[in-house]
Nanobody, 114 residues
Framework: VQLQASGGGLVQAGGSLRLSCAAS????????PGWYRQAPGKERELVAR???????TYADSVKGRFAISRDIAKSTVYLQMNSLKPEDTAVYYC?????????WGQGTQVTVSS
C-alpha cells in the first residue's frame, strides 16, 4: 500500500491550495481517508477525514475553509484549502484507516506567508 501526497507549496495568506493523495494497493471505498498536519514543535493533528458513507469531520480551526473529498474511481483523496492563514503552515500527511491497519503517506509542506 502506498499513499502519494502532492500539491503543497508556498502561498500568501488568503490564498488556496489543493492537496491530493493517490492510493495504490488498496481500495478506499470502505476505508476512512484523512488529512493530518504537523507544525514545527507541535503534535500531529487531525485536519479532516471522510467516512465510507461520505460524511466528513473537520478540525474546528479549518471548518468553513477546508473541504475533504474523494474520487473512489481514481483512488484519490483531496483537501481543498481556501482562505489560508499563516497558522495553517505545516507538513500535511494523508492517512488511510481500513479498520485493520492505518497507512500514512509522506508529508507535503504547506507554507502560508503573511
Amino acid at each position: 500500500v502506498q499513499l502519494q501526497a502532492s500539491g503543497g507549496g508556498l502561498v500568501q495568506a488568503g490564498g488556496s491550495l489543493r492537496l491530493s493523495c493517490a492510493a495504490s494497493g488498496i481500495i478506499i471505498r470502505n476505508s476512512i481517508p484523512g488529512w493530518y498536519r504537523q507544525a514545527p514543535g507541535k503534535e500531529r493533528e487531525l485536519v479532516a477525514r471522510i467516512s465510507p458513507s461520505g460524511s466528513s469531520t473537520y478540525a474546528d480551526s479549518v471548518k468553513g475553509r477546508f473541504a475533504i473529498s474523494r474520487d473512489i474511481a481514481k483512488s484519490t483523496v483531496y483537501l481543498q484549502m481556501n482562505s489560508l492563514k499563516p497558522e495553517d503552515t505545516a507538513v500535511y500527511y494523508c492517512n488511510l484507516d481500513n479498520y485493520a491497519h492505518t497507512y500514512w503517506g509522506q508529508g507535503t509542506q504547506v507554507t502560508v506567508s503573511s
